[in-house]
Nanobody, 118 residues
Framework: QVQLVESGGGLVQPGGSLRLSCIAS???????MGWYRQAPGKERELVAA???????YYADFVKGRFTISRDNTKNTVYLQMNSLSPEDTAIYYC?????????????WGQGTQVTASS
């Protein structure tokens, strides 16, 4: 059974920082870990992703502000968010893609609320 537990969201002032964590259990071979976000009335969008080899990808709207990282020994992925703005307010979801039985599978965390507001 795959379980993803997210934490680290909260309410911050614009310009503030938060670090999100996602701890995964029950996974086998990880293909990719990532963070998505979804604001009310908006489509869920990719924020950042990291491969098992450490290659990272960022959406244009977070480049230079957010950093994705991982700890493979703990099956944990992080998202360091700096210079937060109200436009970053959303529910952030952790994603893990794994290979199980030679079949790619996708799992989502429960989501954590991030609010940047003055």
């Amino acid at each position: 059974q795959v379980q993803l537990v997210e934490s680290g969201g909260g309410l911050v002032q614009p310009g503030g920082s938060l670090r999100l964590s996602c701890i995964a259990s029950g996974i086998s071979a990880v293909l990719r870990m990532g963070w998505y976000r979804q604001a009310p009335g908006k489509e869920r969008e990719l924020v950042a992703a990291i491969t098992g080899g450490g290659s990272t990808y960022y959406a244009d709207f977070v480049k230079g502000r957010f950093t994705i990282s991982r700890d493979n020994t703990k099956n944990t992925v992080y998202l360091q968010m700096n210079s937060l703005s109200p436009e970053d307010t959303a529910i952030y979801y952790c994603l893990i893609e794994e290979l199980r039985g030679a079949v790619p599978r996708t799992y989502w965390g429960q989501g954590t609320q991030v609010t940047a507001s003055s």
